[in-house]
T-cell receptor
Framework: GENVEQHPSTLSVQEGDSAVIKCTYSDSASNYFPWYKQELGKRPQLIIDIRSNVGEKKDQRIAVTLNKTAKHFSLHITETQPEDSAVYFC????????FGSGTRLQVQP | GAGVSQSPSNKVTEKGKDVELRCDPISGHTALYWYRQSLGQGLEFLIY????????KSGLPSDRFSAERTGGSVSTLTIQRTQQEDSAVYLC????????????FGPGTRLTVL
């Protein structure tokens, strides 16, 4: 089955800096790669996703890149703000979503 | 429109008791998923339903766990003879179809087994 690894597990940045979270996956058949943000005590919320026919996607301060050959994808957050502080999960979809272990992002004001 | 709803929001039970957790997916979504999230951990896939197809039960951790989906809509996750290690947040998600469609999560049920 699919295996998704996510790094780093924790990330602390200063407000205004960029943050990068990286994930690798194992199943070459996976074709959908969403990123979820989960605030404390809340449900995961989709923030951006990418499909295997696209290499990069941007939405304002958030971007995701995908390298299918290397089986890795990354989340980039620019101009970070304190409200970006949360746990971020990557996932890869074959039959069902397999999630990474999460990255706790702390943006210091 | 209404999102995914789950009930109860919190459930405290004694070890050995059975519990039932309910999920109402978004209307029109044919795929429904159950995940488990232990404290501070990631999301562990349990089971998913797609239309009238046989469910994929490959993530269920033991035979004490079962789920059903009636009429292609509401789903119930049942845990029999609960153990303390079953304590977690149980999240339900639904999508329009499966595998490649955005999954929308419910608020979860926090299960505590004493």
């Amino acid at each position: 089955g699919e295996n998704v690894e996510q790094h780093p597990s924790t990330l602390s940045v200063q407000e205004g800096d960029s943050a990068v979270i990286k994930c690798t996956y194992s199943d070459s058949a996976s074709n959908y790669f969403p990123w979820y943000k989960q605030e404390l005590g809340k449900r995961p919320q989709l923030i951006i996703d990418i499909r295997s026919n696209v290499g990069e996607k941007k939405d304002q301060r958030i971007a995701v890149t995908l390298n299918k050959t290397a089986k890795h994808f990354s989340l980039h957050i620019t101009e970070t703000q304190p409200e970006d502080s949360a746990v971020y999960f990557c996932a890869a979809s074959g039959r069902a979503l397999t999630f990474g272990s999460g990255t706790r992002l702390q943006v210091q004001p | 429109g209404a999102g995914v709803s789950q009930s109860p929001s919190n459930k405290v039970t004694e070890k050995g008791k059975d519990v039932e957790l309910r999920c109402d997916p978004i209307s029109g979504h044919t795929a429904l998923y159950w995940y488990r999230q232990s404290l501070g951990q990631g999301l562990e896939f349990l089971i998913y339903f797609q239309g009238n197809s046989a469910p994929d039960k490959s993530g269920l951790p033991s035979d004490r766990f079962s789920a059903e989906r009636t009429g292609g809509s509401v789903s119930t996750l049942t845990i029999q003879r609960t153990q303390q290690e079953d304590s977690a947040v149980y999240l339900c998600a639904s999508s329009f179809t499966r595998g490649g469609d955005t999954q929308y999560f419910g608020p979860g049920t926090r299960l505590t087994v004493l």
